[in-house]
Nanobody, 121 residues
Framework: QVQLVESGGGLVQAGGSLRLSCVASGIIFSSNAMGWYRQAPGKQRDLVAG???????NYEDSVKGRFNISRDNAKNTVYLQMNNLKPEDTAVYYC???????????????WGQGTQVTVSS
């Protein structure tokens, strides 16, 4: 049974930081690209950041320089360090695993349940 379990969400003031974690089980973690998507109320789910099997990263433009994605294959875990958070970052953040991480999410095989991030002004 495949599970992606996110943690680390919560309520933070603007300018603050959070680190999201996603622990994967039931998959060969190192063989998957990993990513984080987010969905704000009334909006579609969008890519935030992705990391390939080899460690190459990509970011949505609005989070470049503020967010950092990393992975620890020994711990089957992907992280999203979020700094200088803004109210517009408020959303449910989803962990994803797949062949590749794209804007459309077309190549995602597995999704986590999501963790809420709320940034107050």
């Amino acid at each position: 049974q495949v599970q992606l379990v996110e943690s680390g969400g919560g309520l933070v003031q603007a300018g603050g930081s959070l680190r999201l974690s996603c622990v994967a089980s039931g998959i060969i973690f190192s063989s998957n690209a990993m990513g984080w998507y987010r969905q704000a109320p009334g909006k579609q789910r969008d890519l935030v950041a992705g990391i390939s099997r080899s460690g190459n990263t990509n970011y949505e433009d609005s989070v470049k320089g503020r967010f950092n994605i990393s992975r620890d294959n020994a711990k089957n875990t992907v992280y999203l360090q979020m700094n200088n958070l803004k109210p517009e970052d408020t959303a449910v953040y989803y962990c994803a695993a797949g062949v590749m991480i794209s804007n459309s999410g077309s190549f995602i095989r597995y999704w986590g349940q999501g963790t809420q991030v709320t940034v107050s002004s």
